[in-house]
């Protein structure tokens, strides 16, 4: 009788794990919910190719990855000095991975946190309905939409200085893993392509 109760509770308890897991599937955004811890190893220049963890080959450029005024190519032109240190603060901002990321998504908006406890971090809320907004920064304003590609949550930025930011986060299949991806890009600062992936894993 004992076995059988044993028996009994492990079933259900697999059978609402399932559950979990087939409505995460369902629903991306509550897939995305939860908190979640940088893992280092797993990740790809979580912080850029100068950053911690960085590996692979680095591109040219002072930096690494960053041009001095003058070297910017055609079209767009070039930075001046203040411009230029404008953007170096933007793409070291954007290039800094959180260790840790508290996320509160629905199909209309999203709320992110970068360290869960609101008495350290900064919390930030967005729409998902890829209009621009303006956040502010120490670097100055920078224009930023939020949309949804299917599973995948997207936050797109864009700053005077035309730096362009694209980060895709995107939950594993069954959900212990948050994977986020960062492009930047520049039409007046020459730039190497750099890989940068960041790994996550859920806290809760």
Not at 44 to 49: A, K, R, V
Not at 122 to 127: F, N
Not at 172 to 200: F, H, P
């Amino acid at each position: 009788m004992r076995l059988k109760l044993v028996i009994t509770a492990l079933a259900l308890s697999l059978l609402a794990h399932h559950t979990s897991v087939f409505a995460q599937a369902a629903d991306p955004a509550a897939a995305l919910s939860g908190g979640w811890k940088l893992n280092m190893d797993e990740s790809i220049n979580p912080n850029g190719p100068d950053g911690a963890g960085a590996r692979g080959s680095r591109g040219g450029g002072r930096g690494g990855n960053f041009a001095s005024p003058g070297q910017g190519p055609a079209p767009g032109g070039d930075l001046g000095p203040e411009e230029l240190q404008r953007f170096n603060a933007h793409l070291k901002m954007f290039r800094t991975a959180p260790p840790l990321l508290g996320i509160q998504a629905t199909a209309k908006d999203v709320i992110l946190a970068y360290d869960p406890d609101p008495a350290k971090g900064q919390m930030v809320k967005y729409m998902t309905d890829n209009k621009k907004s303006v956040m502010t920064t120490p670097a100055g304003p920078v224009d930023i939409k939020v949309k949804w590609n299917g599973k995948v949550l997207r936050r797109e930025m864009e700053t005077k200085e035309s730096l362009k930011v694209v980060e895709d986060y995107t939950v594993s299949a069954d959900g212990k893993q948050l994977v986020v991806t960062v492009e930047t890009s520049n039409i007046m600062v020459r730039m190497a392509k750099v890989e940068i992936k960041r790994v996550y894993d859920r806290t809760q």
